[in-house]
Structures are given as C-alpha cells and as structure tokens.
C-alpha cells in the first residue's frame, strides 16, 4: 500500500537531507516523498538536488505549516498519510510498523507512536510517552485536550480519514495539529471516525534547537487563539470547557513569562491576569482552589499568577531592577550547587 510522505519546509536546509534520508532507509519501501517548500530563502533547492529523482518537489508562496501540510496531502496518491517535519528523523521500521498496524486495525483512523525530543535526534532514547499513556478512543477528545500526546511526525492517517474531517486549518499556525486531531476524534460526544491506534515503541526523534518556532512569543500567542477558538466550537461541553480554560491558562503563563523576561511588563501583567482568571475558570469546584485535583501539578497557581500580576504594576524601573536581581541570585544558586555536586560526581 502506497505512504505518501509529507514534509514541509521553510529555512531548514541544514537538516532537510537528513530528514529524507531517513524516509529513504526505510525498511518498509513502497512510499513516495513529497516536499512542500513553504517559500524558504536558504539553500534548501540546493540541498534537495541530489534527492530530485526520489521526491516530488513543490514550491508555494509563503503559507505557513498547515498550508505546506495541506498543499502535500492534496498532491499525495497514497491511501496513507505520514507527516514528517524538516528537522526531524525516523527510525528505520517506522513506516512498516505503522502500515502493518493499519492493516490489521481496519477500524483505526491513524496510528502515532512514541518519541523522542532533543537536540541530536538519534543520541537520547527517552521516552516522552512513558509517563503519559494514550487514551483509548472514547477518550481521545478530552485526553487531547489534557495534553496534546500526538507528536505530527508520528502520525500516518488514512485518506478517507481527512476526507471527512477536513484537512489542517490554514488560519492557525499553532496548535494546528490538536486542532486536527479533535476532529478525527470526533468531538466532545466521543463518537470518533474511528479510533486511535499507538505503537508503543520509539520510532520518531524530534529536534529540539532554538529556531523551534514553539519557543517564540508568537507561537504562544497563535497557541491563546487557537485554543480560543476551540472553546468557541466546544466549550458547550462543560469537561471540554475546563480543559480548554486549563490550556488557556497554561498558555497565558508561559506567555507573561516570556514578556517578563523581554522587559516588557505592561504585557506581562495582563497575560498573569489572564492566566488567573482562566486557571480558577478550569477548576471543577470551589473546594479545589485550595486542595489538589486532577491536573494540579500542570496548573498555572491562581496566586501566583495574581501576586506576579500586582508585582508587574509596580513603577518599571523597580520591577526591572527586582527581576534582575533576582535572576542573579537565580544564576548564582545554580553556579553553587553545581559546584557541590562536582566533587561528589568526582568520587563516583
């Protein structure tokens, strides 16, 4: 059965060749690679010339991933769908595991697997699934929604799948993959297209390295919209409702603290704001402001978030200097501790 390959690019000439490299290792051989270069201006037409008779090479105005993603699935003459991004790699039994999982799970919609994340794909084995087991499928709506556990370079969907739940929605450019995987899972009723399959091994490295654009501001910022929008479209399910204010939450956070980090605390103060108010939105009950509930240890603390908020309305000059003190003590903290541990790292 024919894979199609997707693989989106922009600006990742460095890795792109490694990235095919690994679709072409294959043990699994029946698959074609489309890359779809999302405008990039380095040298990615140059690294792809070696690879021209083994890939499908398309070239499109600057779109963003899920135009890239959407522009390769409709090129595509596979029944299956696998996505891999530029600076990822796979392990070489990744497609014939999940074309044999398929072929015996004719109910399955896609199947994922486990993997890692790191700044040298190949060299750390940890698992990112082992303490985060998948839901089964009448679970995957609200599980996605806890914790999005579906890496996209470990995913292979059927066709017939994205024909009735849509493609990857052009106007998000983050989150755009939960967003996708919600609807094959078929909504807060749990009624899916069909299920979920997990391969539970290791078959994906996921690069980590500071052109990620999951670590920029605007990426958290694009993460707030997209999640508004789902709580527009399912925030009528009340489990829907806190999970996605949980997310909410999250997001807000991490986002003050970036703009906190930036020196920017006007913008600081209001997403610490943010986060409180969504934080106690997802609580389940008044008694569990203050006593532990399911997901406490990934929620943003109300009061934390209030007290950062009041501490950012103070004159800047103040705050700013506070921050870098503190973040100096921070420095010096961890300068000491390790220097307590080397002795001991010594004598083991």
Same mark, same amino acid.
């Given at each position: 059965?024919?894979?199609?390959?997707?693989?989106?690019?922009?600006?990742?000439?460095?890795?792109?060749?490694?990235?095919?490299?690994s679709v072409?290792?294959?043990?699994?051989?029946?698959?074609?690679i489309?890359?779809?270069?999302?405008?990039?201006?380095?040298?990615?037409?140059? +690294?792809?010339?070696?690879?021209?008779?083994?890939?499908?090479?398309?070239?499109q105005?600057?779109?963003?991933?899920?135009v890239?993603?959407?522009?390769?699935?409709?090129q595509?003459?596979?029944?299956?769908?696998?996505?891999?991004?530029?600076?990822?790699?796979?392990?070489?039994?990744k497609?014939?595991?999940?074309?044999?999982?398929l072929?015996?799970?004719?109910?399955?919609?896609?199947?994922?697997?486990?993997?890692?994340?790191?700044?040298?794909?190949?060299?750390?084995?940890?698992?990112?699934?082992?303490?985060?087991?998948?839901?089964?499928?009448?679970?995957a709506f609200?599980?996605?929604?806890?914790?999005n556990?579906?890496?996209?370079?470990?995913?292979?969907?059927?066709?017939?799948?994205l024909?009735?739940?849509?493609?990857?929605?052009?106007?998000?450019?983050?989150?755009e993959?939960?967003?996708?995987?919600?609807?094959?899972?078929?909504?807060?009723?749990?009624?899916?297209?069909?299920?979920?399959?997990?391969?539970?091994?290791?078959?994906v490295?996921?690069?980590?390295?500071?052109?990620?654009?999951s670590?920029?501001v605007?990426?958290?910022?694009?993460?707030i919209?997209?999640?508004r929008?789902?709580?527009?479209?399912?925030?009528?399910?009340?489990?829907?409702?806190r999970?996605?204010?949980?997310?909410l939450?999250?997001?807000?956070?991490?986002l003050?603290f970036?703009e906190q980090n930036?020196?920017?605390?006007?913008?600081?103060?209001?997403?610490?704001?943010?986060?409180?108010?969504?934080?106690?939105?997802?609580?389940?009950? +008044?008694?569990?402001?203050?006593?532990?509930?399911?997901?406490r240890?990934?929620?943003?603390?109300?009061a934390g978030a209030?007290?950062? +908020?009041?501490?950012?309305?103070?004159?800047s000059p103040?705050v700013?200097?506070?921050?870098?003190?503190?973040?100096?003590l921070?420095?010096?903290?961890?300068?000491?501790?390790a220097?307590?541990?080397?002795?001991?790292?010594?004598?083991?």
């Amino acid at each position: 059965m024919l894979v199609s390959v997707v693989i989106p690019t922009f600006n990742s000439a460095d890795y792109l060749a490694q990235a095919i490299q690994s679709v072409l290792v294959q043990t699994y051989q029946d698959f074609e690679i489309i890359v779809v270069d999302d405008a990039s201006t380095d040298r990615t037409e140059e +690294a792809l010339r070696s690879y021209a008779k083994r890939i499908c090479y398309v070239r499109q105005d600057r779109g963003g991933p899920s135009v890239a993603r959407n522009r390769g699935i409709l090129q595509a003459r596979g029944e299956l769908i696998a996505f891999l991004d530029a600076d990822d790699l796979w392990r070489p039994t990744k497609l014939a595991r999940q074309v044999e999982y398929l072929d015996h799970h004719p109910e399955a919609c896609l199947v994922y697997t486990d993997f890692t994340r790191g700044p040298q794909p190949g060299i750390n084995n940890e698992s990112r699934l082992q303490t985060f087991k998948p839901r089964d499928s009448a679970q995957a709506f609200h599980g996605l929604l806890e914790e999005n556990f579906i890496a996209t370079p470990t995913v292979m969907v059927r066709r017939s799948a994205l024909a009735r739940s849509g493609l990857f929605d052009a106007k998000l450019r983050g989150s755009e993959d939960l967003d996708l995987w919600l609807r094959l899972a078929g909504g807060p009723s749990g009624m899916s297209l069909r299920s979920f399959g997990f391969i539970d091994e290791v078959l994906v490295d996921v690069r980590q390295h500071e052109a990620n654009t999951s670590r920029s501001v605007d990426f958290i910022e694009e993460q707030i919209r997209a999640t508004r929008m789902m709580l527009t479209r399912w925030g009528d399910d009340a489990a829907a409702a806190r999970l996605l204010r949980r997310r909410l939450g999250i997001c807000s956070w991490n986002l003050a603290f970036a703009e906190q980090n930036r020196g920017r605390y006007a913008q600081a103060r209001s997403a610490y704001w943010s986060s409180a108010y969504h934080a106690l939105a997802a609580r389940p009950s +008044a008694i569990s402001y203050f006593i532990d509930w399911k997901g406490r240890k990934s929620m943003p603390p109300v009061a934390g978030a209030v007290a950062r +908020a009041v501490f950012m309305s103070l004159p800047s000059p103040f705050v700013s200097m506070t921050h870098g003190a503190a973040r100096s003590l921070g420095r010096a903290l961890r300068a000491h501790r390790a220097k307590l541990r080397a002795p001991l790292a010594r004598r083991g």
